[in-house]
């Protein structure tokens, strides 16, 4: 009994995954398997945590030199979809400046996917979201940064 129930389930995990791979591609399935540039980074320069209305959330985490992209990553609490557009967002993200974050969309993300079905394409827009709020953050550090820098010694 033990065996057949193996080979059911054996086979039932074969059916999944390929009717996964139709729905989804293979592009997206490879990355849902093996997502990239998944984690939290402890020293991140920039760093936003955004809930869509999905209920997923996702935080993207950011580290520049020069002011451009040198790492970044993404944690997520989401399904399958929203961490392979988390990967894709920032995957995308490395060598840009702060300005360059904001032309990565949720369309961007999901040409670069090859799409994905509708029901699932607002994943593609949180991650978008999060980079966008993570380049902010990054950004408002760096202001703040450069006005204590720069303003006068008064002591």
Same mark, same amino acid.
């Given at each position: 009994m033990n065996e057949a129930f193996d080979a059911f389930l054996q086979e039932l995990q074969?059916?999944? +995954?390929? /009717? =996964?791979?139709?729905?989804?591609? /293979?592009?997206?399935f490879e990355r849902w398997q093996n997502p990239f540039y998944m984690g939290v980074m402890r020293d991140a320069d920039g760093h936003a945590k955004v809930k869509g209305i999905c209920g997923d #959330?996702? /935080?993207?985490?950011?580290?520049? %030199?020069?002011?451009?992209?040198? #790492?970044?990553?993404?944690? =997520?609490?989401?399904?399958g979809p929203t961490v392979v557009c988390g990967s894709y967002a920032a995957e995308m993200a490395?060598?840009?400046?702060?300005?360059? +974050?904001? /032309?990565? =969309?949720?369309?961007?993300? +999901?040409a670069e996917l090859g799409g994905l079905p509708k029901a699932h394409e607002h994943?593609?827009? +949180?991650?978008?979201? #999060?980079?966008?709020? =993570?380049? %902010? %953050?990054?950004m408002v550090k760096q202001a703040g940064k450069r006005r204590t820098e720069t303003a006068p010694d008064r002591t």
């Open positions: 074969r059916h999944i +995954l390929e /009717e =996964t791979k139709r729905d989804f591609g /293979e592009k997206v #959330s996702m /935080e993207i985490f950011l580290k520049f %030199d020069n002011n451009r992209v040198l #790492s970044a990553s993404f944690q =997520t609490d989401g399904c490395f060598g840009k400046t702060p300005d360059e +974050l904001f /032309e990565i =969309t949720g369309e961007s993300i +999901l994943c593609a827009f +949180l991650a978008a979201a #999060s980079l966008h709020a =993570t380049a %902010d %953050d990054y």
